[in-house]
Each structure stands twice: as structure tokens, then as C-alpha cells.
């Protein structure tokens, strides 16, 4: 089982260990005692970085495994391992903001069912609750809006093999994800869109790009 490191810390750089490094379709993948990329998953897309000097294309959980696909071959043994830090910080603030709307449906008696983290399709699926009250792009913006100013910080549980994570007092769902320190990284985050189909209701967002 490959170790997630990424579940505890939010380091970019590691020394880590290569088990194994095997041709496959044009790449190499690659297996690691432990790592801190972050696999496809969980509405989230992977990390790419480097392992050596060797570019990490693409990240994808297999079984117990995380395999790092590579385009040159890596030995194995030590090997200092870097993340692209544009794409994870990214990644972290969408997946971020993906929890402050769930946090907000659910303030208002919705329960979130899905999840895509994406950029450019960042998106958040609800079912009504029993209690269920109106929902409303405006009112989700203000609330989300209030939660950045007051920066609430991350806390992450591990518990029994299951990982939490939320933000000041709201709850914490849990997840595998990367997400960022306090809520005033976030930046701006934009309510696109609700659309209900099927008794489900979606609601489109989108961050501000940081420069």
C-alpha cells in the first residue's frame, strides 16, 4: 500500500523511495513506498511534478497503489520528488471552495451526493432534504463570500483509515483531497449556475485565477 502523505502535510518536496519502474504504453510507471501526488480521484485531477529529473505525467490509484506514470525511467532506491505547485494550489483552492457549497447546501437542508473539482467544470451536486429550504445562487455567494472573509483555517482528522477535512466550525467531510491552509487563499469564488434535473440540483462554480 502506497503511503499518502499528502493526507497529514502539504509538502511540495520530498525525498521519497522508487519500488518499481516498469514500461507501460509509451511511459513508465512508477511505484513509491510512499508519496505526495495526489492520484486522480475524488473529483479531483492529479498532480503532475517531477520524480529526479524525470517529468510525472499522470497519477492514478490502482488497488492499494498510487502508480506515477513518467516519461524517462527512474532507478530504483532515494529520488527527490517535486510537485507542480501552480497546479496543486489550483486544485487545493477548487476543491476547497467545492466544500464551502456543500457546507452551504447543507446549511439549508440539501445533502451533497457529488462532486467535480475541475477547472473550468467545478460543479456540486445536491439532493433535497426533508427540510429542505430554498436555494438560491445569491444567498450561496453571500454565504460563501462571509466564510472567506473570515478565513476560517483547515483542520484535518485521520482516524481508523478515514481522513476529514473542514474548515473553522463547519463540518468536515470525509475526503482524500488537497485543500488550501485557511479560507482566505481561496481568493474569489464565483456561484456560475443552479440547475435542478431529475431531483437533483447542481450548482456551477468557478475561482478567480491568482496570479
Same mark, same amino acid.
Given at each position: =500500500? ?7 502535510? /502539504?509538502h511540495?518536496?520530498?525525498e521519497l523511495? @522508487?519500488?518499481? *519502474? ?6 513508465? +510507471? #512508477?511505484?513509491?513506498q510512499? &508519496? ?10 492529479f498532480?503532475?511534478?517531477w520524480?529526479?529529473?524525470?517529468? #510525472? =505525467?499522470?497519477?492514478?490509484?490502482e $488497488?492499494?497503489?498510487?502508480v506515477?506514470? #513518467?516519461?524517462?525511467? @527512474? +532507478?530504483?532506491?532515494?529520488v &527527490?520528488?517535486?510537485v507542480d ?21 447543507? $446549511?439549508?437542508?440539501? =445533502? ?10 467545478g460543479? #456540486? ?6 427540510? +429542505?429550504?430554498? =436555494?438560491?445562487a445569491? +444567498? ?10 473570515? /478565513? ?6 485521520l482516524? /481508523? ?8 466550525d463547519l463540518?468536515?467531510?470525509? *475526503?482524500?483531497? &488537497?485543500?488550501v ?7 474569489? @469564488? ?11 440540483l447542481?450548482?456551477?462554480? /468557478? ?5
Open positions: =500500500m502506497t503511503e499518502r502523505l499528502f493526507f497529514t502535510h /502539504d511540495l518536496t520530498a523511495e @522508487v519500488l518499481s *519502474c516498469t514500461p507501460h504504453e509509451g511511459l513508465f +510507471a #512508477v511505484t513509491l510512499s &508519496t505526495i501526488f495526489h492520484p486522480q480521484g475524488g473529483g479531483q485531477p498532480d503532475t511534478g520524480l529526479g529529473d524525470s517529468p #510525472v =505525467m499522470r497519477v492514478t490509484q $488497488a492499494d497503489r498510487v506515477h506514470y #513518467v516519461s524517462q525511467p @527512474v +532507478a530504483t532506491g532515494p &527527490t520528488a517535486r505547485e501552480q497546479r496543486r494550489t489550483l486544485h487545493s483552492r477548487l476543491h476547497s471552495a467545492g466544500h464551502l457549497i456543500g457546507n452551504a447546501g447543507e $446549511a439549508l437542508g440539501w =445533502m451533497p451526493i457529488k462532486a467535480h473539482h475541475w477547472p473550468g467544470e460543479k #456540486v451536486t445536491f439532493i433535497r432534504g426533508e427540510a +429542505a429550504q430554498t =436555494m438560491d445569491e +444567498a450561496i455567494q453571500q454565504q460563501i463570500n462571509q466564510w472567506i472573509a473570515a /478565513d476560517h483555517p483547515r483542520h484535518t482528522t482516524e /481508523d483509515g478515514t481522513r476529514e477535512v473542514g474548515f473553522g463540518p468536515a467531510y470525509a *475526503c482524500g483531497g &488537497t485543500h491552509q485557511a479560507l482566505s487563499e481561496l481568493g474569489q @469564488v464565483t456561484i456560475l449556475a443552479l440547475s435542478e434535473k431529475k431531483g437533483a447542481s450548482v456551477r462554480y /468557478d475561482i478567480t485565477t491568482q496570479q
